[in-house]
């Protein structure tokens, strides 16, 4: 995490007391940050639920092609 604090070069220099106030948005323990629990929601097994599907086909020995593309069994809801 990076905050910028502002600071004079003497405070620097003979060192300061501040203070500093974070807030930070934690996930949710019962649903992983899902919207639901974790039961409700099937992952995606052409994707991974990564909402795209790659495909890698041999064209010949030491030449492969990928090709990327959406996932259309999940319509890239990736769930």
Request: positive net charge; proline residues 4%.
């Amino acid at each position: 995490m990076i905050h910028q604090l502002p600071v004079t070069l003497e405070q620097l220099y003979n060192g300061a007391v501040k203070k500093l106030k974070l807030s930070r948005n934690i996930v949710c323990p019962a649903c992983g940050g899902i919207g639901g629990t974790k039961d409700c929601v099937i992952r995606c097994d052409s994707c991974k639920g990564r909402g795209v599907r790659i495909e890698i086909t041999q064209i010949r020995p030491g030449m492969v092609q990928q090709m990327q593309s959406t996932c259309n069994v999940c319509e890239v809801k990736a769930k």
